[in-house]
């Protein structure tokens, strides 16, 4: 009994010995592992740090690239808007000028699309509510995408499907890039047939559709190209373009309180409707400025504007775009400079640049407002969307301007902080009033024959530059020259001819 109690106790005194043996190696191992875990965790912590750090260092540079190109940006565009409402030039160069608007629109919403990308990356997406005029947003796409989509062939069009409200409170800018994007991918992927874009508005909720004629995409990859930089293409066909449209459109739809929904099918075309809330405005302080008016005075006392921007050109485009309206237009290339000049002048209103070196337009307002001045303050600036603007700041200023700015969205502000009656007319009008008439010929069959000859061959840019070379010389009936261009500009020759035909037929009545 006392050998076997002896052998168990040491092997139970063996086994321990070879259970703490291992449990030491055990704990050993663990210490290395978590060694080893620390050096990893801390190299993955560097190495977080220094992507956060570039990430950080490319936003930075994305938002200084943004405004080094929409400065000279502004002023292209401004000044193309300026000759474009002059109706002293003859129509063709007016409408070159409009084409060259409408591209550096287009440019400015490509770098709108990058800047998003690292926003989209960094979660900083965020929403602006502002009112704005709906039916000129919807003009303006039309003007941009239908002669695009004529010039490939294909057939536009636009369809209001229910009464639209002038006036809409949402996020233009979001809204207007989203359509953009849709519109552009229906146009440049379709081939032949046509493009449809469609408004729906009920119960203050706006359904936009686009739809097209287009390859389609197959039911497994209409999630795909939602996603960044992928693309669903016919191998046969080559079409430019980043893959980062319907991602950022998407994204932006969202974070509005939208959706982008996709209907599609090979061989039949897409749909894309975008539902989007934008409530109504029945009561606006001001009717809007419409883009086919021109602006030559106001009602009441003349008024001083104050503008303050380091940038010599973008204080004399504010000064050329207002001086002839009948401002009177102080200009400063820093804050200290225009605070000297609002103890020295009465200013009924101040445009502050917002990225200046030495004082900011932030700390600028509050310098203006900290010297008791309520005058309406208006900063402009490339990047007021991309700042992280301070709550004392917003209430500083009363309102602000993206450059590049449109020369009606600029009068629109000015005439609501001020207060103004505007006196306008019609560009048409004006161009006509401009022109003299009463030596003019009237324009007869010779002239007729001429411009059908050429719509019958589809000599578009012939027939254009005649047309005009024929108004210039005689008298066109009332709206025959815009109902003909309009024509042609839609490759509709055959209606050309037929309106042709008409008028021959009434020129032949009026000398029987």
Request: net charge neutral.
């Amino acid at each position: 009994m006392i050998g076997v109690v002896s052998w168990l106790f040491t092997v139970a005194r063996l086994n321990s010995r070879a259970a703490l043996s291992e449990l030491r190696a055990q704990t050993n191992a663990l210490i290395r592992e978590v060694a080893a875990h620390e050096k990893t965790s801390l190299a993955y912590q560097l190495a977080k740090d220094e992507a956060e750090s570039a990430n950080k260092a490319k936003s930075r540079y994305l938002a200084g690239l943004s405004h080094e190109l929409r400065t000279p940006l502004n002023v292209l565009l401004g000044y193309t808007q300026l000759l474009a409402s002059d109706t002293r030039l003859p129509d063709n160069a007016r409408t070159s000028l409009q084409t060259m608007k409408r591209n550096g629109e287009h440019l400015g919403d490509l770098i709108e699309s990058v800047l998003e990308v690292s926003k989209l990356e960094a979660g900083r997406l965020s929403v602006y509510r502002e009112e704005f005029q709906l039916h000129q947003l919807l003009e303006q796409l039309v003007d941009t995408f239908e002669p695009q989509a004529v010039l490939k062939g294909l057939q536009f069009n636009f369809h209001r499907q229910s009464v639209i409200p002038d006036m809409v409170a949402g996020d233009k800018q979001r809204l207007r890039q989203i359509l953009i994007n849709l519109l552009s991918n229906a146009v440049k992927f379709t081939q032949s047939g046509s493009v449809s874009f469609t408004i729906f508005y009920r119960n203050e909720v706006a359904q936009f559709i686009v739809q097209d004629t287009g390859p389609g995409i197959d039911c497994a990859a209409q999630e795909t190209v939602f996603n960044p930089f992928e693309r669903v293409l016919d191998p046969t066909t080559a079409v430019p373009g980043t893959g980062l449209g319907l991602t950022i459109s998407r994204a932006l739809a969202e974070l509005m309180g939208g959706d982008i929904e996709l209907v599609s099918k090979p061989g039949e075309g897409c749909l894309f409707k975008l539902s989007l809330m934008l409530p109504r405005l029945r009561s606006s302080y001001r009717a809007p400025i419409l883009t086919d008016r021109l602006i030559f005075d106001y009602h009441g006392p003349r008024k001083n504007i104050l503008t303050i921007d380091d940038e010599a050109c973008q204080r004399q485009l504010v000064k050329d775009i207002l001086t002839p309206v009948g401002f009177n237009v102080l200009t400063a290339a820093s804050v200290q400079h225009g605070l000297s000049i609002l103890d020295s002048h009465k200013i009924d209103l101040l445009l502050l640049d917002l990225k200046m070196p030495d004082v900011s337009g932030w700390k600028g307002a509050e310098q203006v407002r900290n010297k008791g001045y309520k005058l309406p303050i208006i900063i402009v600036s490339a990047n007021v969307r991309d700042l992280d603007v301070e709550d004392s700041a917003q209430q500083n200023h009363n309102d602000y301007l993206t450059k590049p700015f449109n020369i009606a969205s600029l009068m629109n502000k000015v005439g609501q902080w001020l207060e103004l009656d505007w006196k306008e007319r019609d560009l048409d009008q004006d161009a006509a009033l401009s022109l003299d008439t009463k030596n003019k010929p009237l324009a007869g069959r010779n002239q007729y024959q001429t411009l059908k000859s050429m719509a019958e061959i589809g000599y578009l840019s012939g027939f254009m530059t005649k047309l005009n070379a024929i108004d210039d010389s005689f008298q066109l009936p009332a709206n025959a020259k815009k109902e003909l261009k309009q024509l042609a500009s839609q490759i509709q020759f055959k209606k050309v001819i037929k309106k042709l035909d008409n008028l021959m037929l009434q020129d032949s009545g009026e000398k029987k």
